[in-house]
């Protein structure tokens, strides 16, 4: 069967040494003064700031991912609304819509692998261990789910954000339609992740 062309961003599936992802998160703020969208699956990267004026825990302020060699922190998975919002119909969100206070909950493991759509005409399956970088489009603001792909162009330069790891071989991804249009693959950050980086960074 042909793979389905559905893009729906990065969706995290298991740890580099083989164990189901376990579903941890890590809380992060995006401010109303943020006016871009950030949807379900999109990447995000720390903007150089420090919230002060919100009750709970959280590690940082976020921003949408601009290229394909920024310093990322992880993919998006959730939202919660400002957590002073007193208003129960309103505390969950399925889209992190712009010019408002949100909570993201974004998988910021390093070692977390994600499945993700190649764009265009998909990659080799000789690519594994090479690397390559995201597509960036906006998201659906119907179904709150990102619409960002991985590239298909494969490199060996270091300064690209994604290591092809995995072809994933099931019934709607066959291993014979690996250079087709909708091939998914599992990728992993690359060494410039905001957390395995020893540079010091801020973000964008």
Partial sequence: MPNVDKPDGYRPVKYLNGSPWNGAVSRY?????????????????????VGTDRGKEFRGILTLTQTNNGTPAGVVVGFEEDPLNLN???????????????????????????????????????????NTGPIITAG???TGRSAFELSSTEVTTAAIMFKLVEFIQREDNLITDVASTGARWLVKFNAFHQYLTTTGSTGV
Avoid: C, H, W
Avoid at 29 to 49: K, R
């Fill in 29 to 49: 703020v995006v401010p109303a003064a943020n006016t871009t969208a950030i949807f379900i699956g999109d990447i995000v990267e720390l903007d150089g700031q």
């Fill in 88 to 130: 129960i119909t309103g505390l969950f969100r399925s889209t992190g819509a712009k010019s408002t206070d949100r909570i993201a909950y974004v998988v910021d493991d390093p070692n977390v692998l994600f499945e993700v759509q190649v764009s265009d005409t998909g990659l080799p399956a000789a690519a594994v261990g090479l």
């Fill in 140 to 142: 659906s603001t119907t």
